[in-house]
C-alpha cells in the first residue's frame, strides 16, 4: 500500500561515463525493461504498464527492484513497497534526463548540451530477488535556505561543425576540435542576438553570472564582439574573449541587474568588420543567479512525467558465440521480401554455404547492440564497443554493415524550416539502420584500434549494402548468387574513364590511368583495357555505356572530378531505364577516384547505391570516397588497389575485395607514412558491397573468368 506521509524527494545526481564497459552492469538470463527519456524530469511508473509490459508483480517484493543508467544503479522511489508488495495506486518514481554530449577522446566538447545522435537516453529496470535495490534519500523536511540558485540555458544546434581540417580539405572521421552542434556561422555578414529571461525583479537576485560557449570556426585567432543591447542598440560592452581555431573557450561573465530590463537580457555577438575570415559560433550561454526564499519551496518544481512505455531486453552472450563472418543489420531488414521470409537471416544462411565461402556467420541486430554496448543510447560507439569485446577473442575476417545510414546532420526542408535527423528522424523518407562509424563518414573507423599490435590500421574487411528496406537487401543478396554461381569465361574488359577540369588535368589523370592499365595487364595478360576521354565542351560529358556494361565488364575505373550524383563523365542512374542498361548476372566493380561517390549517408539517393542496389543490373560493388578525394592520394592508393585486383599467385584463388583492401592499406602506411591527411583519405574509403566477393574466380589469373567464386 501507498505511504500516507508526504515526503520530499532528495535524488542523487545522473554522471556521464564512458561506453567503454569495464565490468558488465547486466547479467545473462534476466529481462530489463528499458524506458527512454529526453526530457529532465520525475517520470512515475504505474503498476499498469509494468503489468503491460509483461512484468508479473504477483509474488514480486517491490524492494527488490532496481534501476541502472549508463551501467550504474540509481536510486528509485517506491511508493508503498514496505508492506512487500506493489498494489494498483502504487508506484515507482526516478529522476530522468534529457541525452547530453559526451566522449572520452581527450577533445573538449563544444556544446555539452546536445547530444551528436539523439537527445533520448535509456533507463533499464530489472528484478532481482532477494537483492535490495537502491532508493532515494527520503526526508519529511529539509532545512529551508534563504535563497536558491536559479539557472537559464539557452542552447544553439542550428548546424553541425565538422571541425578541424588537415591539407587538402580533409578532416578526419574521429573526434576533433570544434566538432558538434552550435549556432550558424557568425562573420562580417552575419550576427547572432539572442534573449535570455530571468524571473526576478529589481533589487531580487544576487552573485548573476552568465557563462558563455564559443568555438571557433576558422584557423585564425578569434576576437568576437560582446555587447548588451540589440544591434541597433548598445546598452553596455562586454569583455571579447579570445580564442583560437577550432578551440572551444568557455568565457565568464559577471552581470549586474541594470544589465536587464523587465528581467530580459538581450545580447548581441559580432565579427570586428576589420578582421577578416574571422568567424566562429556560440554553442550555448548559461545564465545563474540567486534568488531569495519567497515560500516554503527551495527551487523550482521539476517537471513530472508517466512512463507508459516500457520495453523488455534480453542480453546475449556473444563471447560464447564464434563467427568469421559479422553481419550488422536492423530489424527493418528481418521483414519478407519478394523471395525471403527474411533477407537478413538469408544472407548469413547463404555465405555459411559451400557455394557462399563456408563462412562460420554471426548476425547482429543494431538496435540490440545499442542496448547492451551503449546502454540503451543510439550511437555508433556500440558497435565498436561489441567489436572491443569480441575481436580479441575470436578475430573474425569481414563484417558487413547490412543497411542504409543516415548520419545526424542530415536535414530536409519542411515548411521552410531545416528538419535535423537528429532529433525528427520521422520527417525522412527512410531511417538510419546501421550508422556511419565517423564523420565524415567511415565506416572501417569501427574496426580500428581493435588489434593492439596495429591500432591505426583496420583488423577486419568492412563493406556495407546500404539497403533501405528488406527488398533492397533481397536484392543484392541475389546480385551476389548471381556472382558466384555464374561462369561466364572470357577475356576480362576493364573500361577507365579520363576526366578533368582543364587539358593539364586531363593529361594528368590519364597518365595516372595508363600506369594502373599496365599493373592490370602485367597481372593478367590477357586484360583488354578500354580508355575514354573527356572533351573541354562541356562541364560534365554524358556516356551511353549500354553497349560496354551489356557486354561484360569486370571493372569500371573513373578518375576526375565527381560528387553523390555525377561524376564529369556521367553514365547515369543504372536505374534509369531510358539508358538501357541490361547486364544480368554481368556485374562489375566500380572505382570511382572523385568526391564523395561512395557517400551513402544522407538523404538524397546517390549514384553509387543505386548501381549496386538496382536489382538484376549495375555493379556487384562500388568502392569510392565518401568526402574529398586528392588526387595524389587517389593515385596511390587505386594503384595498390590494381596490384590486389590483377598481381595474384595463379595457384591460388584471387583475393577477396577485402583482402585486397586490408592488403592496400597497409602497403599504402609502410610506403607513405600515417599523416593524418593520409589517414583522412584511407578511412573514408567506402566500399558499397560484401567485402568477401571476388573480382574473378579461383581459376588461374591467365585463365580469369568474369563471375564465379
Known sequence: MRNPIVLILLGCGLCSISMAQDSVWYRYGQTY???????????????????????????????????????????????????????????????????????????????PYTNTYSDTTAFFLVYTPGERGKRMDLRAAIPISDQFEEVKLQVFAEEYSMGEMARWGLRASTPKEGQGWMSSVIASSRNLEFQLDADFTKGDSQSISLELGWVGRSTMEHLPLLWIGTSSKVLRALPSPQFSGYES???????????????????????????????????????????????????????????????????????????????????????????????????????????????????????DLYDQFAFGEKTPLALHAFLQSYWPKHQPKYLLLAGRALVPSSQIRQKDTAVFQRNAP????????????????????????????????????????PAKNAQELADYLDKVKDKEVLETSGTPKVLHLVGGMNPVEIERHRSFMDEFATVAKNGISEVEVITKVKGLSAEVQHLDLKNEINAGLALLTYFGHGSMGYNELDFGYVSDPSLGYANGGAYPLLLINGCEYGNAFGPSYSQGE????????????????????????????????YLGLFDWDESSCSPTLGEILLKAEREFTDRYGQRPEYQAHLVQLILLGDPALRLFSCKSPNNAILQGK
Open 426 to 465: 520521422q520527417a525522412f523518407a527512410f531511417q538510419d539502420l546501421v550508422p556511419t562509424g565517423g564523420f565524415p563518414p567511415s565506416d572501417s573507423q569501427f574496426v580500428r584500434e581493435l588489434n593492439l599490435e596495429d591500432p591505426a590500421l583496420p583488423a577486419m574487411a568492412v563493406g556495407r549494402i
Open 33 to 111: 525493461y528499458k524506458i527512454q527519456t529526453a526530457t529532465d524530469g520525475i517520470y512515475r511508473i504505474y503498476p499498469a504498464s509494468m503489468e503491460a509490459a509483461g512484468i508479473q508483480l504477483e509474488g514480486k517484493d517491490p524492494r527488490c527492484f532496481r534501476l541502472y543508467h549508463r551501467g550504474r544503479e540509481v536510486a528509485l522511489q517506491v511508493a508503498g513497497e514496505q508492506d512487500g508488495s506493489l498494489d494498483p495506486e502504487d508506484y515507482l518514481d526516478f529522476l530522468g534526463k534529457r541525452n547530453e554530449e559526451w566522449r572520452d577522446s581527450g577533445i573538449a566538447i563544444p556544446n
Open 610 to 641: 543505386d548501381w549496386l542496389i538496382t536489382p538484376k543490373k549495375g555493379a556487384i560493388a562500388v568502392l569510392s570516397n565518401s568526402s574529398v578525394g586528392v588526387d595524389i592520394l587517389l593515385k596511390r592508393s587505386s594503384e595498390l588497389l
Open 249 to 367: 573557450y568557455r568565457q565568464f561573465l559577471v552581470l549586474q541587474q541594470e544589465d536587464f530590463k523587465d528581467g530580459k537580457l538581450k545580447l548581441h555577438l559580432a565579427v570586428d568588420p576589420a578582421r577578416e575570415g574571422d568567424y566562429f559560433s556560440l554553442a550555448f550561454a548559461r545564465l545563474t543567479y540567486l534568488l531569495p526564499k519567497t515560500n516554503a519551496n527551495t527551487g523550482p518544481v521539476p517537471r513530472r512525467f508517466t512512463v507508459d512505455a516500457l520495453h523488455a531486453v534480453r542480453f546475449r552472450d556473444f563471447a560464447s558465440l564464434p563467427a568469421n563472418y559479422l553481419i550488422v543489420g536492423h530489424g527493418l531488414l528481418e521483414q519478407p521480401s519478394q523471395s525471403y521470409p527474411n533477407p537478413l537471416l538469408a544472407y548469413a544462411a547463404y555465405r555459411a554455404t559451400e557455394a557462399g565461402g563456408s563462412y562460420s556467420t554471426l548476425v547482429l541486430r543494431m538496435e
